[in-house]
């Protein structure tokens, strides 16, 4: 880090495209918005709330770059470029592997006009066929060398050689430059603009947009501080984007009887206290039979079975509402950041 970013955590983010609106409106949802520099034009910003953290822009590919070599704390970018760049790194670190937005596959292509060749798996026979006709190895298109190399020898295919993708790799197989490709895609419009289709069993990562810092940069308490905020909020925000916040009135003994269909069929968490649903366990209490308001969060997926289950105990005046953030106990992937830095400090040489 130079001297000038020293006291403050440095947070890289997209500079264009769709992640960088997306990644701005996946801030400002976290409640940090994005305060940009003097005018749109420049490269840096702040996080509204968090005024220990420096934002800079930066193109997605070259975010974990930057954050592998210490010119960043932090990074948004996409799952597949963290991949290809840093997942053997001991410097480079996932914190949050699905930010919710930035949906994407990364996918072996072939064109559309090889009727015979649709798995992956008929890859191999191809690159025979075309040691045999041509005398040359398969040619691949791709900005990500390392995961299809990965990729490929997984499935036993050997005979081919990549071509580095410098521009728009779906134009590779029209131009003559390679013979299929591996791409990103999101919607596939482009793929089947240029003629070409995925292969069945060809897919090498469903990729998201991720947050990845370095964990062994330097880190004052200050950035500690701001990274965790960071996290809880971000944590907070996406775990209520799946949960629901259900009230509704009924006799604490009624949903008592529930309570493990609740938490362990439905994954609920029952806000209630456990003293009041088990109160009909206790003589001389009439508590449970006196209707109260009973609160949980429920699993989006679970909504309406576990309305279900409310309504048929007898629960009435049910009702389910958004809410903006779910905070746990303590930060889970904080405290694992804190765990691996603490490990790597242990290894390291005094």
Request: charged share 20%.
């Amino acid at each position: 880090m130079s001297k000038k970013r020293d006291h403050q955590l440095v947070l890289a983010l997209p500079s264009k495209g769709e992640l960088h609106e997306q990644t701005l409106d996946f801030l400002k949802a976290c409640g940090m918005p994005v305060q940009l520099g003097g005018n749109h034009r420049e490269y840096s910003g702040r996080l509204r709330g968090v005024p220990q953290i420096e934002i800079i822009f930066l193109r997605a590919d070259e975010i974990p770059i930057r954050v592998e070599r210490g010119g960043a704390h932090l990074g948004i970018t996409g799952e597949d470029l963290f991949r290809e760049y840093s997942e053997d790194s001991q410097v480079s670190h996932l914190l949050l592997k699905e930010l919710g937005y930035g949906h994407a596959r990364l996918v072996t292509a072939v064109p559309r006009s090889w009727i015979d060749t649709n798995r992956v798996e008929d890859l191999e026979e191809v690159a025979l066929a075309y040691r045999q006709r041509y005398g040359r190895s398969l040619r691949v298109a791709t900005k990500y060398p390392r995961l299809t190399r990965a990729f490929f020898a997984e499935h036993g295919i050997v005979d081919y050689v990549i071509v580095r993708s410098l521009g728009a790799t779906e134009g590779a197989p029209a131009s003559g430059v390679a013979d299929i490709i591996v791409d990103i895609t999101s919607t596939g419009t482009t793929l089947a603009q240029n003629h070409l289709k995925p292969l069945s069993g060809g897919t090498l990562l469903a990729s998201q947009a991720c947050l990845v810092s370095s964990i062994d940069g330097e880190w004052t308490e200050a950035n500690l501080a701001a990274l965790q905020q960071v996290l809880e909020l971000m944590e907070g925000h996406l775990q209520a984007l799946s949960t629901f916040a259900l009230r509704c009135h009924g006799r604490p003994s009624t949903v008592g009887s529930l309570e493990n269909e609740l938490r362990n069929t439905f994954n609920c968490e029952i806000l209630t206290s456990r003293a009041l649903l088990h109160s009909a366990e206790s003589p001389g209490q009439n508590e449970a039979d006196t209707p109260c308001e009973i609160a949980l969060h429920c699993p989006a997926d679970n909504l309406y079975p576990v309305m279900r289950c409310l309504r048929n105990a007898g629960c009435s005046g049910i009702t389910a509402t958004r809410v903006d953030y779910i905070f746990g106990q303590s930060s889970i992937a904080f405290e694992r950041f804190c765990h691996l830095r603490r490990h790597l400090e242990h290894l390291e040489p005094v």
